[in-house]
C-alpha cells in the first residue's frame, strides 16, 4: 500500500505538465530553464532514455554533472556505452568544475592504455584527476590560497558491454529501481557505498587508517565530522587535509589544523562495484545527497515507477524540494521565491540524473544514435 504521505508526492506525476515548454530550434536539446532550475526532460542514450534536473541553492553553483553516450575510449574499435558523473563541490565550485572537465577524459584515456574498461581504469582516472587538481592547487596557492579548501565528492557510473560500474567518493547516491516479479513491484536498491562521518563504519574505517589520532573524528555542532572540518572522508581536491604544505598561511584560520598531518587524512580512491545488469533493472537514479537529505530510496523509486517518463528528473527536484518546504513549515510556492544564496538555508544544489536501461540495448557493440556529452545547465557537444 502507497503511504498518505507519498500519494501526495506522486500526486502531481499525473498531470501532464507544459512548464517551459516554449519551443526553440533545438527543442529541449540544450536543456530548459526555470527560475533556479535547469531541466533536460528527456533524451536517447546508449542503453536506453535519460532525464536530468539541476537546483541551484548557493550564490555559485556548486553541484556539476555529465552524461556521455557513445565511445569509452581513444580508439575507434573501442568499447561504446554510457557514463554519468555527480560531481558535488564544497568550498566553493573549482573542483567540481574541473572534475567535469577531466575525469571522463581520463576515463578515456585509461580505457584505451588498457584496451578496455575495468574498475583499475576507473580508480586510475579518479587518482590522475585527483593529482591534476591539486598540481592546480600548487600553481595557483600564493595568489588564490583559498582553493586548498574547494573539494568534490564524485559519483560516477558507467554502461559497457552488459556492466554496470559505480564509483563513488562522497556522499552522492545511486539507486536502481529492478522490478521483483513475484510481488510485481519495482524495489529500490542502493548502489553506492557513501563516505559520510554519519556512518559508523567510516568512522570506524577512519580510526583503522588513523590509528594514532584520537580526534581524526568529533562530533561538532551535533555532526559527526573528520578532524571537525568536513563531513566525507573521500573526495577530489581538499588539499588542506591532503598534503601538510596547503594546511598554513595564507590558508583562512578555520582551515588549518593545529598540527601538521604526515598521510592524507582524505582520501580520493573510489569504492567501486562491477555487476552485471539483468532484465528486470529498469533504471537508476543518480542525485547528490541535496535530494537524498528529503527523499528515501524507496520514494524516489516509486516517483520514478509511478510517473511518465518524460520531466521525471525534475518531478525529483521538485519533489525534493516541496518536502524541504514542508521541513520548514512553508509552502513550495513560497520556497520557489527565494533567490539563490538564501536559499541554500532551506536545501542544497540538487543534481538528479535518471537513466532508463533498454534490456536489448544494453550489452550491443554498435550504436547508430547521435555520440553526444551533455552537461548539466545545457552545455552540449559531440564528442
Avoid at 556548486?62 to 558535488?88: C, H, K, N, R
Avoid at 572537465?101 to 582516472?125: C, P, R, W, Y
Avoid at 532551506?346 to 547521435?370: A, E, M, N, Q, Y
Amino acid at each position: 500500500m502507497v503511504s498518505a504521505t507519498l500519494k501526495k508526492i506522486v500526486a502531481p506525476c499525473w498531470k501532464p505538465s507544459v512548464e517551459g515548454d516554449s519551443s526553440c530550434k533545438n527543442g529541449d536539446a540544450y536543456g530548459r530553464i526555470d527560475g533556479l532550475l535547469w531541466y533536460k526532460d528527456l533524451g536517447q542514450h546508449v542503453n536506453g532514455e535519460y532525464s536530468m534536473a539541476v537546483i541551484q541553492a548557493n550564490n555559485l553553483l556548486e553541484d556539476q554533472s555529465q552524461l556521455v553516450s557513445g565511445p569509452m575510449s581513444l580508439l575507434e574499435a573501442g568499447p561504446q556505452g554510457t557514463f554519468v558523473g555527480i560531481y558535488d563541490g564544497h568550498g566553493g565550485p573549482e573542483a567540481a568544475r574541473f572534475v567535469n572537465e577531466h575525469l571522463f577524459k581520463n576515463i578515456k584515456k585509461f580505457t584505451s592504455e588498457n584496451q578496455g574498461m575495468s574498475a583499475d581504469v576507473i580508480t586510475k582516472a579518479f587518482l590522475a584527476t585527483e593529482e591534476e587538481f591539486l598540481t592546480l592547487v600548487k600553481k595557483q596557492w600564493l595568489s588564490k590560497p583559498q582553493i586548498a579548501s574547494v573539494g568534490s565528492c564524485c559519483l560516477t557510473g558507467i554502461i559497457c558491454s552488459g556492466l554496470l560500474y559505480i564509483a563513488n567518493a562522497g556522499d552522492s547516491r545511486v539507486v536502481l529501481g529492478r522490478m521483483q516479479r513475484h510481488a510485481k513491484e519495482v524495489k529500490a536498491v542502493q548502489l553506492s557505498c557513501e563516505h559520510n562521518a554519519s556512518y559508523e563504519s567510516v568512522r570506524e574505517e577512519l580510526h583503522s587508517l588513523h590509528p594514532d589520532d584520537p580526534q581524526i573524528v568529533v562530533m561538532k555542532h551535533k555532526v559527526w565530522r573528520v578532524k571537525g572540518m568536513i563531513q566525507v572522508s573521500r573526495s577530489i581536491g581538499d588539499a588542506y587535509l591532503k598534503k601538510s604544505e596547503f594546511n598554513r598561511e595564507p590558508l583562512l584560520t578555520k582551515f588549518r589544523l593545529s598540527e601538521p598531518f604526515h598521510k592524507p587524512i582524505l582520501k580520493a580512491e573510489p569504492t567501486i562495484s562491477v555487476q552485471k545488469l539483468h532484465p528486470d533493472d529498469q533504471f537508476l537514479i543518480f542525485a547528490s545527497d541535496g535530494l537524498w537529505e528529503h527523499l528515501s530510496n524507496d520514494e524516489a523509486v516509486d516517483i520514478v515507477q509511478s510517473c511518465p517518463r518524460n520531466g521525471i528528473a525534475r518531478k525529483l527536484v521538485k519533489a525534493g524540494l516541496r518536502e524541504a518546504a514542508k521541513k520548514r513549515e512553508m509552502r513550495y510556492s513560497d520556497l520557489k521565491k527565494i533567490d539563490r544564496g538564501v536559499r541554500r538555508h532551506f536545501h542544497d544544489d540538487i543534481t538528479v540524473i535518471v537513466l532508463f536501461l533498454g534490456s536489448h540495448l544494453i550489452s550491443r557493440s554498435t550504436w547508430r544514435g547521435p555520440f553526444l556529452s551533455i552537461r548539466g545547465g545545457g552545455t552540449i557537444s559531440d564528442i
